[in-house]
């Protein structure tokens, strides 16, 4: 019987620079077999992980690098692999064959606002379902959503 990702309530992301650490909370709960760590708490815990530099004078502050990113997730407490993928390689078929223990935390490129992360529980034929912690809401997006650039791709082990 497949598991309702559904039933997890949506974390929201609470600044503009936190979708890693609030779609990693999500994740853990969803999973149910990790340690969930709210995303204040992951902050503190990745601190020395993102830009923590002046934030009155530095864009990028709150951000985090694709190798942090990596590192984060590669973290043995998350039980994870990585893996980069090209955007192109990034399709309904990929998705659901790396879903074999729970959703994926993903990386990429959200069109219109830059670097974002979200967590992806599925997908069907043509669309990829993630919980997007900007707005909290579960989406449903045409794969090419996804496709530009290259992905960060966390897998459960």
């Known amino acids: 019987m497949a598991t309702n990702y559904r039933a997890t309530k949506p974390v929201q992301q609470f600044d503009p620079t936190?979708?890693?650490?609030?779609?990693?909370?999500?994740?853990?709960?969803?999973?149910?077999?990790?340690?969930?760590?709210?995303?204040?708490?992951?902050?503190?815990?990745?601190?020395s992980y993102w830009d923590s530099s002046n934030p009155d004078t530095n864009p990028n502050y709150g951000t985090v690098s694709r190798a942090n990113l990596i590192a984060i997730i590669r973290d043995a407490r998350w039980k994870m692999n990585c893996e980069s993928v090209a955007g192109s390689s990034f399709t309904c078929h990929y998705v659901n064959s790396k879903m074999k223990h729970g959703p994926l935390v993903v990386g990429y490129r959200k069109p219109g606002l830059g670097n974002h992360v979200v967590s992806v529980y599925g997908a069907s034929n043509t669309h990829i379902a993630c919980m997007d912690p900007d707005g909290a809401q579960f989406r449903g997006s045409l794969a090419s959503h996804f496709q530009g650039g290259e992905l960060v791709v966390g897998i459960p082990q």
């Open 18 to 47: 936190s979708c890693w650490a609030a779609a990693l909370e999500w994740w853990a709960r969803a999973i149910g077999n990790r340690t969930v760590i709210k995303q204040l708490d992951l902050l503190n815990l990745y601190l």
